[in-house]
């Protein structure tokens, strides 16, 4: 279910950017994409290879032994998965977080923010490194909330379409998008976050909630998104857009 909503969600999108694009006229679209999901199929393989039977073995026995926050607080079910929703979202954001301010977590991450251009399908991209690293998180997580295996796919679920619509390159109007935002992370607020200016780079963490930043103070806007600068300045290269050169990214020295 949750693959087939990303499916969707990406097909659609991408029609979307297809007519009302924010940054028109790019090169090699076709080609951008490709390589992107190219590496999000690879992700996807090896997350249903390695941890998709342990995460819900892991669950399944966090349950069975009552471990966790959530048994503790004996909750009705429906507001058990509404604040596990909310926990498991602030757990996001502190780790988008670490991905920046921890230079291990760093070269990893920066697989992600060395996209010049950025589109829907930039939300697919990201080294197998860091989803290994978080899927061992996840697995350390869901006995700590004590969260079951529904609730942690409902999360899932939800969080995609909206990563992939604030990466898209759709020209939402600024007052349709400046609504979205005072709850849900929209494009011009996640744009920032892919500007070159490490100010901004450093900012506007939130995956689903965008009210985190607010409460860490990590929120910036631009007034204009259309001036920004996508990417990294250390990866100018063209050979660092490429499947090869995406999987070699954590193995470039590191800059302040």
């Given at each position: 279910?949750?693959?087939?909503?990303?499916?969707?969600?990406?097909?659609?999108?991408?029609?979307?950017?297809?007519?009302?694009?924010?940054?028109?006229?790019?090169?090699?679209?076709?080609?951008?994409?490709?390589?992107?999901?190219?590496?999000?199929?690879?992700?996807?393989?090896v997350?249903?290879?390695?941890?998709?039977?342990?995460?819900?073995?892991d669950?399944?026995?966090?349950?069975?032994?009552?471990?966790?926050?959530?048994?503790?607080?004996?909750?009705?079910?429906?507001?058990?998965?509404?604040?596990?929703?909310?926990?498991?979202?602030?757990?996001?954001?502190?780790?988008?977080?670490a991905?920046?301010?921890?230079?291990?977590l760093?070269?990893?991450?920066?697989?992600?923010?060395?996209?010049?251009?950025?589109?829907?399908?930039?939300?697919?991209?990201?080294?197998?490194?860091?989803?290994?690293?978080?899927?061992?998180?996840?697995?350390?997580?869901?006995?700590?909330?004590?969260?079951?295996?529904?609730?942690?796919?409902?999360?899932?679920?939800?969080?995609?379409?909206?990563?992939?619509?604030?990466?898209?390159?759709?020209?939402?109007?600024?007052?349709?998008?400046?609504?979205m935002?005072?709850?849900?992370?929209?494009?011009?607020m996640?744009?920032?976050?892919?500007?070159?200016?490490?100010?901004?780079?450093?900012?506007?963490?939130?995956?689903?909630?965008?009210?985190?930043?607010?409460?860490?103070?990590?929120?910036?806007?631009?007034?204009?998104?259309?001036?920004?600068?996508?990417?990294?300045?250390?990866?100018?290269e063209?050979?660092?857009?490429?499947?090869?050169?995406?999987?070699?990214?954590?193995?470039?020295?590191?800059?302040?």
């Amino acid at each position: 279910m949750k693959t087939l909503v990303e499916i969707v969600a990406l097909a659609l999108i991408f029609s979307f950017e297809s007519f009302f694009p924010l940054f028109p006229r790019r090169r090699e679209r076709i080609r951008h994409a490709a390589r992107n999901v190219s590496l999000g199929l690879l992700n996807l393989f090896v997350v249903s290879l390695f941890f998709s039977s342990l995460l819900a073995l892991d669950a399944a026995w966090a349950r069975t032994r009552s471990m966790g926050l959530l048994p503790l607080l004996s909750f009705f079910p429906w507001i058990e998965t509404l604040l596990v929703f909310v926990l498991f979202d602030f757990w996001m954001y502190l780790f988008h977080r670490a991905n920046h301010q921890i230079p291990f977590l760093w070269r990893f991450h920066r697989t992600h923010h060395s996209d010049n251009q950025v589109d829907v399908t930039t939300a697919l991209r990201f080294h197998t490194g860091e989803i290994v690293i978080s899927s061992l998180f996840k697995l350390v997580l869901i006995p700590l909330l004590g969260m079951s295996l529904g609730q942690l796919l409902l999360y899932e679920t939800c969080l995609q379409p909206v990563i992939l619509f604030h990466h898209s390159n759709v020209a939402l109007p600024e007052k349709w998008d400046q609504w979205m935002r005072l709850v849900i992370v929209s494009p011009n607020m996640h744009r920032v976050h892919h500007s070159q200016i490490r100010s901004e780079t450093d900012s506007n963490y939130s995956s689903i909630f965008s009210f985190w930043d607010r409460i860490a103070r990590t929120f910036r806007r631009r007034k204009d998104p259309r001036t920004l600068e996508y990417g990294l300045p250390e990866f100018p290269e063209s050979r660092w857009q490429t499947f090869r050169g995406m999987l070699k990214t954590p193995l470039a020295p590191l800059h302040p």
